[in-house]
């Protein structure tokens, strides 16, 4: 998350703030996009319903959901805005598991793949063909040695008896 402004007072009694911008204020900012509040320490996206800019370093705007300057000033005012560093988003370590299906599957020096894969809340699972013979093995990060993204490979760190091969 990059700091890109402080919302410095209240602008009017419909929730609207004055922002002091930033330097690292995007000039291509839309109200598509969320800037965020750290609230009791999470990063909590909030999203402008307008966003009028008042000279270089100055904005005016209005939230979603604050529609009162009692709730403004609650909320939102001496807060710091952030955005949504784009590195930080394409670093991101999120996937499908449904992403995996076709990697090659390391279980204790034995290859294999991952051949298919079951969405269960309760108790999803990797379907894995090693040494031509089918075992299902639930999908869980404990499981998960490494994941090994630009090759294809995904190594399981098993319980013992839980494949009887």
């Given at each position: 998350?990059?700091?890109?402004?402080?919302?410095?007072?209240?602008?009017?009694?419909?929730?609207?703030?004055?922002i002091s911008l930033y330097a690292a204020f995007p000039d291509d900012f839309t109200i598509e996009e969320p800037l965020f509040v750290t609230i009791d320490g999470l990063a909590v996206p909030i999203f402008c319903s307008s966003f009028e800019r008042r000279g270089q370093a100055g904005a005016v705007a209005h939230f979603d959901d604050i529609d009162t300057s009692r709730r403004a000033e609650d909320f939102l005012v001496g807060h710091e805005i952030f955005i949504q560093d784009e590195e930080s988003e394409d670093a991101d370590d999120e996937f499908y598991m449904e992403d995996l299906i076709g990697?090659?599957?390391?279980?204790?020096?034995?290859?294999?793949?991952?051949?298919?894969?079951?969405?269960?809340?309760?108790?999803?699972?990797?379907?894995?063909?090693?040494e031509g013979r089918e075992h299902l093995i639930p999908a869980a990060e404990e499981f998960i040695a490494n994941i090994d993204f630009e090759r294809r490979i995904i190594k399981f760190v098993l319980p013992e008896g839980l494949l009887e091969l």
């Amino acid at each position: 998350m990059i700091a890109v402004g402080r919302i410095g007072r209240l602008f009017g009694t419909d929730g609207g703030v004055m922002i002091s911008l930033y330097a690292a204020f995007p000039d291509d900012f839309t109200i598509e996009e969320p800037l965020f509040v750290t609230i009791d320490g999470l990063a909590v996206p909030i999203f402008c319903s307008s966003f009028e800019r008042r000279g270089q370093a100055g904005a005016v705007a209005h939230f979603d959901d604050i529609d009162t300057s009692r709730r403004a000033e609650d909320f939102l005012v001496g807060h710091e805005i952030f955005i949504q560093d784009e590195e930080s988003e394409d670093a991101d370590d999120e996937f499908y598991m449904e992403d995996l299906i076709g990697f090659t599957a390391i279980v204790d020096k034995r290859k294999g793949s991952i051949s298919d894969y079951y969405d269960s809340e309760a108790n999803p699972l990797f379907e894995i063909t090693l040494e031509g013979r089918e075992h299902l093995i639930p999908a869980a990060e404990e499981f998960i040695a490494n994941i090994d993204f630009e090759r294809r490979i995904i190594k399981f760190v098993l319980p013992e008896g839980l494949l009887e091969l």
